[in-house]
């Protein structure tokens, strides 16, 4: 499992909180993702990141900021939750230089936003 | 902007009998295209991939194909089990760090 994990596994929270996800990898990566799943959407990019620092918006950006201050930790935040950001959040990770790399993802976070 | 779509959302074979999916996509032509297995509750997880210059690539039971001119990918399970049973993603890559995602076919086999 590329040594992914995801907290939480599960929140429920209320519109306008603030909500912070983490992803945490043990193996040094240098990509790693972030991804919202919906039905009807598939999986879609909401940021990633290719080093310390370092990172770029995906497809789905609008509402969502992220933080790479060291390489193991990605965090994804929704400084102002609404209920369209209900969802299952994935984090991915590629274990190569990120071109041609197949992905390995953790095992989700289910967010609901009452 | 790129669109893929997978043939069906929901697919059900017997059981012994050969699945076949497909991911098709409009404009560019990916840099290589890679499927995955998503069972319920799980993150994906990756099977094939296969290279835009590649027409096929086996693996045990899988077969991948990837015609550039219909711009068109088939996914097949030889001798379907029920433990193949899961949502089936294709993914493709126009040269960056990024995969973009199909929404996926639900494949059922039934005993």
């Known amino acids: 499992d590329a040594g992914i994990t995801q907290s939480p596994r599960h929140k429920v929270t209320e519109t306008g909180t603030p909500v912070t996800l983490r992803c945490h990898q043990t193996e040094n990566h240098r990509y790693m993702y972030w991804y919202r799943q919906d039905p009807g959407h598939g999986l879609r990019l909401i940021h990633y990141?290719?080093?310390?620092?370092?990172?770029d918006k995906g497809e789905v950006s609008d509402g969502y900021s992220v933080s790479r201050s060291k390489t193991e930790d990605f965090l994804l935040t929704l400084e102002s939750a609404t209920s369209s950001q209900t969802s299952v959040y994935f984090c991915a990770i590629t274990t190569g230089q990120g071109l041609t790399d197949t992905q390995y993802f953790g095992p989700g976070t289910r967010l609901t936003v009452l | 902007s790129q669109k893929i779509e997978q043939n069906s959302e929901a697919l059900n074979i017997q059981e012994g009998k050969t699945a076949t999916l497909t991911c098709n996509y409009t404009?560019?032509?990916?840099?290589?295209l890679q499927w995955y297995r998503q069972d319920p509750g799980r993150g994906p997880v990756f099977l094939l991939l296969?290279?835009?210059?590649?027409k096929e690539k086996r693996k045990e039971r899988l077969k991948v194909t990837f015609d550039t001119t219909l711009k068109q990918s088939l996914f097949h399970i030889t001798a379907s089990q029920p433990a193949d049973s899961a949502t089936y993603l294709c993914a493709l890559n126009f040269g960056n760090e990024k995969l973009t995602f199909g929404t996926g076919t639900r494949l059922t086999i039934i005993p």
């Open positions: 404009n560019y032509s990916p840099a290589y």
């Open positions: 296969i290279r835009e210059n590649e």
């Open positions: 990141s290719y080093g310390v620092k370092d990172t």
